[in-house]
């Protein structure tokens, strides 16, 4: 997929091949009794139908030359019984695919979205997050409607063809091998223009996804782009992405349009054909009820082969959908259980890492040869430049990528061979992005713990101040907030979260720049939260205000992956380092804005 580009666009990692066909077709199956048994009445349904021209035979050719009223009373009940038949197992087969095809629909998307929710970091880090979305929602509805109605309907028109085929040859030899000599001609055709087809809609989904993922940024841009009036330079990027749409859906109809074109054409020469031969090549001459009862075969015969005409061309459109969801669900979770993991047992605090190396690309290096203990209680604090590791040793921790070399041990246990449920449940961590889900307040404080109290919560967001400004909104605790906290402040979001965080009651607790928006007087009231919350937990802790982290067990500067110094925060501004320069910037700094 492409990598952090509306305008790029995707390029499958593998082929299709009919090994994905066979893994989605296990959706197909779930339900298979109720595609049978619409299959079935499919099939009756098409037998009585294929009675009426029969009947109108019947009445053409005898009833009507006989004058044989109480016959003719009787041929026009019986066809009229075989219409409302045909219509009522009709409609109880499209209310039975409809009901499948939304079920496959429920299944395919939920095991999508458990399977992207089991995926790393990395996944998203790398991918446009519209082009992501565009797989669980518009792709989905493609890919099940083409294994319900597309399979299904597929069946039905070849057992249509079948029987129609059955029943021309019982009513004339040569008016049906006249109708069906056309048939090699469409599936030639169809098998010729299947490659130029499967590319053509593979570029249309290209651009759908393009369109989808410029859309979802510039929402979620949306301050940004008026703030810089960036607009009119963004419509004129979306009308271009628009137009490369259009201009590739145009393409990928010419392309499929050739082939109803084609099938139309040859089942209009067909039927022009029985009439003439059954007016001049057979002897004596057909009657008038053979001739219409073939014409009106020839035309239903034809009528399934352009259905089975379109069909392949919304599977070939659907194809390139199925490519797409398929390599998302192909896509390994590289962060998962080890065939053997075992439980973590319930954590004292030790933290060490043990000649760690890692990289986020191959062959470059964020991480170099890192080592150090946290004892229990320990509170641990990184800092340095920016890019220099200090998050990713973090993360590290609580296993959210895999390591390449050394180890990362809690309580002598690697995070490698333990369970990530048992790992994580055991963690408290506030990453840099305070993200708030919509819902309550309260719903996002006990989103790490859903059993928590009404007590517990209000408990949480009082240890870390936040209950002031929680008690003035509207509802309190109770109050709506909207999607990623729209109407809260960067302060109160990041608070809100801080609770969610505190309310798990972690024993080791992770802070990556938990206060980096919180304002300084604000920051006062929270660190005396964050005090409480560090007595007997092992906690890491990242910080931009070095004055927040004077009081950690440990302080790690931490430059170009390695750690470069280690101590208090009297012992390093007694060597007047790299932390000492660090410090002494911000004070003068901090001393300048006062």
């Known amino acids: 997929m492409a990598r952090n580009r509306f305008d790029v666009d995707e390029e499958l990692e593998s082929p299709f091949n009919f090994d994905n066909l066979k893994k989605v077709?296990?959706?197909?199956?779930?339900?298979?009794?109720?595609?049978?048994?619409?299959?079935?009445?499919?099939?009756?349904?098409?037998?009585?139908?294929?009675?009426?021209?029969?009947?109108?035979?019947r009445a053409l050719d005898v009833a009507i030359p006989e004058k044989n009223v109480p016959y003719l009373v009787q041929l026009a009940l019986l066809l009229t019984l075989t219409i409302i038949v045909n219509i009522g197992f009709n409609t109880i087969r499209m209310v039975i695919v409809a009901k499948v095809g939304q079920n496959i629909i429920h299944d395919i998307r939920k095991d999508l979205f458990?399977?992207?929710?089991?995926?790393?970091?990395?996944?998203?880090?790398?991918?446009?997050?519209?082009?992501?979305?565009?797989?669980?929602?518009?792709?989905?509805?493609?890919?099940?409607?083409?294994?319900?109605?597309?399979?299904?309907?597929?069946?039905?028109?070849?057992?249509?063809?079948?029987?129609?085929?059955?029943?021309?040859?019982?009513?004339?030899?040569?008016?049906?091998?006249?109708t069906v000599a056309g048939l090699p001609v469409v599936a030639g055709f169809i098998l010729l223009i299947k490659p130029r087809q499967r590319k053509a809609w593979q570029l249309v989904s290209n651009k759908n996804s393009n369109v989808n993922a410029f859309v979802q940024e510039s929402i979620e841009g949306q301050r940004v782009t008026q703030a810089f009036d960036r607009q009119k330079t963004n419509m004129g990027i979306l009308n271009k992405l628009l137009t490369e749409r259009y201009n590739s859906w145009?393409?990928?109809?010419?392309?499929?349009?050739?082939?109803w074109y084609t099938t139309e054409t040859v089942s209009q020469i067909a039927f022009s054909l029985v009439y003439i031969a059954g007016a001049f090549w057979l002897q004596p001459m057909a009657t008038f009820?053979?001739?219409?009862?073939?014409?009106?075969?020839?035309?239903?015969?034809?009528?399934?082969?352009?259905?089975?005409?379109?069909?392949?061309?919304?599977?070939?459109?659907?194809?390139?959908?199925?490519?797409?969801?398929?390599?998302?669900?192909?896509?390994?979770?590289?962060?998962?259980?080890?065939?053997?993991?075992?439980?973590?047992?319930?954590?004292?605090?030790?933290?060490?890492?043990?000649?760690?190396?890692?990289?986020?690309?191959?062959?470059?290096?964020?991480?170099?040869?890192?080592c150090f203990e946290a004892k229990p209680g320990e509170s641990i604090a990184f800092v340095g430049p920016t890019g220099a590791g200090k998050t990713t040793?973090?993360?590290?921790?609580?296993?959210?990528?895999?390591?390449?070399?050394?180890?990362?041990?809690?309580?002598?246990?690697?995070?490698?061979?333990?369970?990530?449920?048992?790992?994580?449940?055991?963690?408290?961590?506030?990453?840099?992005?305070?993200?708030?889900?919509s819902g309550t307040i309260a719903d996002n404080i006990r989103y790490g713990k859903r059993d928590a109290t009404d007590a517990e919560v209000v408990r949480a967001a009082k240890l870390l101040q936040a209950d002031e400004f929680i008690s003035r909104m509207r509802d309190g605790y109770n109050?709506?907030?909207?999607?990623?906290?729209?109407?809260?402040?960067?302060?109160?979001?990041?608070?809100?979260?801080?609770?969610?965080?505190?309310?798990?009651?972690?024993?080791?607790?992770?802070?990556?720049?938990a206060t980096s928006s919180i304002d300084t007087s604000t920051?006062?009231?929270?660190?005396?939260?964050?005090?409480?919350?560090?007595?007997?937990?092992?906690?890491?802790?990242?910080?931009?205000?070095?004055?927040?982290?004077?009081?950690?067990?440990?302080?790690?500067?931490?430059?170009?992956?390695?750690?470069?110094?280690?101590?208090?925060?009297?012992?390093?501004?007694?060597?007047?380092?790299?932390?000492?320069?660090l410090y002494m910037s911000q004070y003068r700094e901090n001393q300048e804005n006062a």
């Open 25 to 57: 077709m296990v959706y197909v199956v779930r339900y298979k009794w109720s595609m049978i048994f619409a299959l079935l009445l499919s099939a009756v349904g098409s037998v009585v139908g294929l009675t009426g021209p029969l009947l109108v035979q």
């Open 114 to 178: 458990d399977h992207l929710q089991a995926l790393p970091f990395a996944y998203y880090d790398n991918r446009p997050h519209g082009k992501i979305l565009v797989r669980v929602v518009h792709y989905v509805n493609n890919v099940s409607d083409a294994l319900s109605n597309g399979i299904l309907n597929f069946i039905i028109e070849i057992i249509n063809i079948i029987f129609i085929i059955v029943f021309m040859f019982q009513v004339n030899v040569l008016l049906a091998a006249v």
């Open 250 to 259: 145009m393409g990928a109809v010419y392309v499929s349009n050739t082939v």
């Open 289 to 370: 009820g053979v001739l219409l009862t073939m014409g009106t075969y020839s035309s239903r015969l034809w009528q399934p082969i352009i259905n089975l005409a379109n069909i392949y061309n919304n599977f070939v459109n659907a194809i390139a959908y199925l490519e797409r969801v398929c390599e998302t669900m192909n896509e390994p979770p590289v962060i998962e259980d080890a065939p053997n993991a075992y439980e973590l047992p319930p954590i004292v605090g030790n933290v060490k890492f043990d000649h760690v190396n890692f990289g986020y690309e191959p062959g470059q290096k964020i991480l170099k040869d890192v």
């Open 393 to 437: 040793i973090v993360n590290l921790i609580s296993r959210f990528y895999n390591i390449e070399e050394g180890k990362v041990l809690i309580d002598g246990n690697s995070v490698m061979d333990v369970t990530i449920h048992s790992l994580r449940s055991q963690m408290g961590i506030m990453l840099q992005d305070s993200f708030i889900f």
């Open 479 to 513: 109050t709506e907030v909207k999607e990623r906290g729209g109407g809260l402040s960067q302060g109160q979001k990041q608070l809100i979260a801080f609770a969610r965080t505190l309310l798990s009651d972690p024993k080791i607790l992770v802070l990556d720049e």
């Open 523 to 581: 920051e006062q009231l929270v660190q005396r939260g964050i005090n409480i919350l560090l007595k007997g937990r092992t906690s890491f802790i990242i910080a931009h205000r070095l004055s927040t982290i004077k009081s950690c067990s440990r302080i790690m500067y931490i430059d170009d992956g390695r750690i470069m110094e280690s101590g208090t925060h009297e012992e390093l501004m007694a060597k007047k380092g790299n932390y000492y320069k």
